[in-house]
């Protein structure tokens, strides 16, 4: 069992930065791929960046490539989304998700992560 717990959220206006965190329990967090997901009220959740239980590879939606950073730090059992040049558009609730996984693998499919947290609001002002 591996339980979530994101922060970092909040209202930021266009063009600025957040970084948001993820904390997770247990003591094999390098064996989870680990994911940012987001979600607009009456949409679906979205897939935005993911990465290896090593680090090593990371993905990206093409709507946040060269804005945003997915990285992890397996010492502390935490993963991290930096957000730069911040869109209206990106205002969502924004979902870390874990996968027990090889340290290689990497997924992008929603319906492969089985641990979720409850979810950070980030809101864009224009």
């Known amino acids: 069992q591996v339980q979530l717990v994101e922060s970092g959220g909040g209202l930021v206006q266009a063009g600025g930065s957040l970084r948001l965190s993820c904390a997770a329990s247990g003591r094999t967090f390098n064996n989870y791929a680990m994911a940012w997901f987001r979600q607009v009220p009456g949409k679906e959740r979205e897939f935005v960046a993911a990465v290896s239980g090593s680090g090593g590879s990371t993905n990206y939606v093409d709507a946040v490539k060269g804005r945003f950073t997915i990285s992890r730090d397996n010492a502390k059992n935490r993963v991290y989304l930096q957000m730069n040049s911040l869109k209206p558009e990106d205002t969502a609730i924004y979902y870390c998700?874990?996968?027990?996984?090889?340290?290689?693998?990497?997924?992008?499919?929603?319906?492969?992560?089985?641990?979720w947290g409850q979810g950070t609001q980030v809101t864009v002002s224009s």
């Open positions: 998700a874990a996968a027990q996984a090889r340290r290689i693998n990497i997924f992008v499919r929603e319906s492969t992560y089985d641990y």
